[in-house]
């Protein structure tokens, strides 16, 4: 599995824009890169899935550069019900996929 | 769409005394897992069942950690004896077997060990 690297935390307000980025410099050919959320007190949730380029739906957008050593998470205009911890996550979508969580970035909304 | 269930929500023990939780998945999702997770940290994979089949259970503490999914269905997760060190939320999640990547988690039994 591709070890990945997320800053530990990340403060925002309400209405702005939060970038997350993961760096997983040795990610292999067939890896995808996906996003989970947790919520306080709640389990994690699949937030969105990437091999390339950009993706979008209606909770964030994930970028992902050429070399794909990296992605970026983006929330927009976010607000204090997306304080939480997102997990960047890089595996293989093969029948033995396994999640393996790092640490998170915890991401604090402030009003 | 009812999601993953489990019980009790919390739970505390004395060290040495013995724990069972419960988890009900969506239904259909074949594969269920049981995950770990400790404070401050993030959930880590104890088991994982395809139907009523152990597909992992590499980082399962055998020697005290039990898990049966015998009608490919609900499933419960053991502890005999608890450590202290066995104090962290206890996650279910299950899956459609074609999509491990998204994996639906239930909210988790807190546990406190004494």
């Known amino acids: 599995l591709a070890k990945t690297t997320q800053p530990i935390s990340m403060d925002s307000y309400e209405g702005q824009e939060v970038n997350i980025t993961c760096s997983h410099n040795n990610i292999a050919t067939n890896d995808y890169i996906t996003w989970y959320q947790q919520f306080p007190s709640q389990g994690p949730r699949f937030i969105i899935q990437g091999y390339k380029t950009k993706v979008t739906n209606e909770v964030a957008s994930l970028f992902i550069p050429a070399d794909r050593k990296s992605s970026t998470l983006s929330l927009p205009r976010v607000s204090l019900s997306d304080t939480a911890v997102y997990y960047c996550l890089v595996g293989r979508r093969s029948n033995d996929y396994k999640l393996s969580f790092g640490a998170g970035t915890t991401v604090t909304v402030r009003a | 769409e009812a999601g993953v269930a489990q019980s009790p929500r919390y739970k505390i023990i004395e060290k040495r005394q013995s724990v069972a939780f419960w988890c009900n998945p969506i239904s259909g999702h074949a594969t269920l897992y049981w995950y770990q997770q400790i404070l401050g940290q993030g959930p880590k994979l104890l088991i994982q069942?395809?139907?009523?089949?152990?597909?992992?259970d590499s980082q399962l503490p055998k020697d005290r950690f039990s898990a049966e999914r015998l009608k490919g269905v609900d499933s419960t997760l053991k502890i005999q004896p608890a450590k202290l060190e066995d104090s962290a939320v206890y996650l279910c999640a299950s899956s459609d077997p074609g999509l491990k990547y998204e994996q639906y988690f239930g909210p988790g039994t807190r546990l406190t060990v004494t």
């Open positions: 069942f395809q139907n009523n089949g152990v597909v992992d």
